[in-house]
């Protein structure tokens, strides 16, 4: 069964550090999607992606994150300069229709932890 | 701007036991309404995606059904197992837009 993929399933770093995670959707999916879930509280809704652009972000999604996808089948999430309050679990996610349609699928998650 | 609450924060059942989740949302102007569980430290696993124009949708022992009007989804599993305990989210669309507005979830136990 096809399968969002995201790696490292988790991450340590310094405060101030860059950090890339990366995602690969399900192949024929068009609509991609970031979500955090920082520990005991709710699913957050970062960003979703269409088109080689971004369709729609949240107020968490600041100048300090990014979203790329560089090529047919990675999706990236980038956080320029890390702060403690980004320690979470991120979630990426796909779907085949956009919008308020789409059934949503979503990876294993990758933990950042900022030190 | 939607808002999703779930009914019970926690439950705990014996094995075999029915029993309902339940979603409540603000915004009734939803196309659909999706159920994931999430098992400790991993993903969110789809269970089932309710269109708005649907009042039940089924998969094996699980059974979810969507009221808009009332702003109201129910998730019932049949016949619980240990292998049911998770946490249960639901999450409703934002009518205009693409973000999906989780709510708490229940985390369930079930015992043997």
């Known amino acids: 069964e096809p399968e969002v993929t995201q790696t490292p399933s988790h991450q340590v770093t310094q405060m101030g550090q860059e950090v890339i995670l990366r995602c690969v959707p399900i192949?024929?999916?068009?609509?991609f999607y970031w979500y955090r879930q920082i520990l005991g509280q709710k699913v957050e809704f970062l960003v979703s992606?269409?088109?080689?652009?971004?369709?729609?972000k949240s107020e968490i999604f600041d100048d300090q994150f990014s979203v790329e996808r560089p090529d047919g089948s990675n999706f990236t999430l980038k956080i320029r300069s890390t702060k403690l309050e980004d320690s979470a679990m991120y979630f990426c996610?796909?779907?085949?229709?956009?919008?308020?349609?789409?059934?949503?699928?979503f990876g294993e998650g990758s933990r950042l932890t900022v030190l | 701007k939607q808002e999703v609450t779930q009914i019970p924060a926690a439950l705990s059942v014996p094995e075999g036991e029915n029993l309902v989740l339940n979603c409540s949302f603000t915004?009734?102007?939803?196309?659909?309404l999706q159920w994931f569980r999430q098992d400790p430290g991993k993903g969110l696993t789809s269970l089932l995606l309710i269109q708005s124009s649907q009042r039940e949708q089924t998969s094996g022992r699980l059974n979810a059904s969507l009221d808009k009007s009332s702003g109201r989804s129910t998730l019932y599993i049949a016949a619980s197992q240990p292998g049911d305990s998770a946490t249960y989210l639901c999450?409703?669309?934002?009518?205009?837009?693409?973000?999906?507005?989780f709510g708490e979830g229940t985390q369930l136990t079930v015992n043997p």
């Open positions: 996610a796909s779907s085949e229709a956009g919008g308020p349609f789409g059934e949503l699928f």
């Open positions: 992606f269409y088109n080689n652009e971004i369709s729609e």
């Open positions: 999450a409703a669309p934002k009518p205009s837009g693409s973000r999906l507005t």
């Open positions: 192949s024929n999916h068009l609509y």
């Open positions: 915004d009734s102007a939803i196309y659909n």
